[in-house]
C-alpha cells in the first residue's frame, strides 16, 4: 500500500491515513477519477484509418521528394560544353561553263 496518494483537484500528496484532502476532496472520489483516468479509451475505426491513410501519404511524398523522377535530359549550368553541331553536307556550286553563247 502507497504511503500518500494524490489529490486529483489540488495535485498534493495527501498521506494515506488521512481519508480527505486539504482541499475537500474526499479519497474515495479521487480514487474513482484516478482509475477513469487510467483508461485507455479506444480510437474509432474511422479516425484509425484516417490516420492510416494519412501516414501513407507521408511517406508516399517522403519517397517521391528523394527518389529521382527519370533521367535528367538538361545540360547542367556549370561546367557545360555545347557539342558543336556536325557540319551538314554542303554541295558545291556549280562551276560557269567556259562556253558561253
Same mark, same amino acid.
Given at each position: &500500500?502507497?504511503?500518500?496518494?494524490?489529490?486529483? %483537484?489540488?495535485?498534493?500528496? @495527501?498521506?494515506?491515513?488521512?481519508e480527505?484532502? /486539504?482541499?475537500?476532496?474526499?479519497? =474515495?472520489?479521487? %480514487?474513482?477519477? #484516478?482509475? &477513469?483516468a487510467?483508461?485507455?479509451? !479506444? *480510437? =474509432? !475505426?474511422?479516425? #484509425?484509418?484516417?490516420?492510416? *491513410? *494519412? @501516414?501513407?501519404?507521408l511517406?508516399?511524398? *517522403? @519517397?517521391? #521528394?528523394?527518389? =529521382?523522377?527519370?533521367?535528367? /535530359?538538361? =545540360? !547542367? #549550368?556549370?561546367?557545360?560544353?555545347? !557539342?558543336?553541331? %556536325?557540319?551538314?553536307?554542303?554541295?558545291?556550286?556549280?562551276?560557269? %561553263?567556259?562556253? /558561253? /553563247?
Amino acid at each position: &500500500m502507497a504511503a500518500t496518494w494524490p489529490c486529483p %483537484s489540488c495535485g498534493r500528496r @495527501v498521506p494515506a491515513t488521512l481519508e480527505e484532502c /486539504r482541499c475537500g476532496t474526499p479519497r =474515495p472520489a479521487a %480514487s474513482a477519477l #484516478l482509475r &477513469m483516468a487510467g483508461r485507455r479509451e !479506444k *480510437l =474509432p !475505426k474511422d479516425v #484509425l484509418a484516417l490516420l492510416v *491513410l *494519412l @501516414v501513407l501519404v507521408l511517406v508516399a511524398g *517522403l @519517397v517521391t #521528394l528523394f527518389l =529521382p523522377y527519370g533521367p535528367n /535530359r538538361l =545540360p !547542367k #549550368l556549370l561546367g557545360f560544353v555545347d !557539342k558543336p553541331r %556536325s557540319p551538314a553536307a554542303a554541295t558545291p556550286a556549280p562551276q560557269p %561553263s567556259a562556253t /558561253r /553563247r
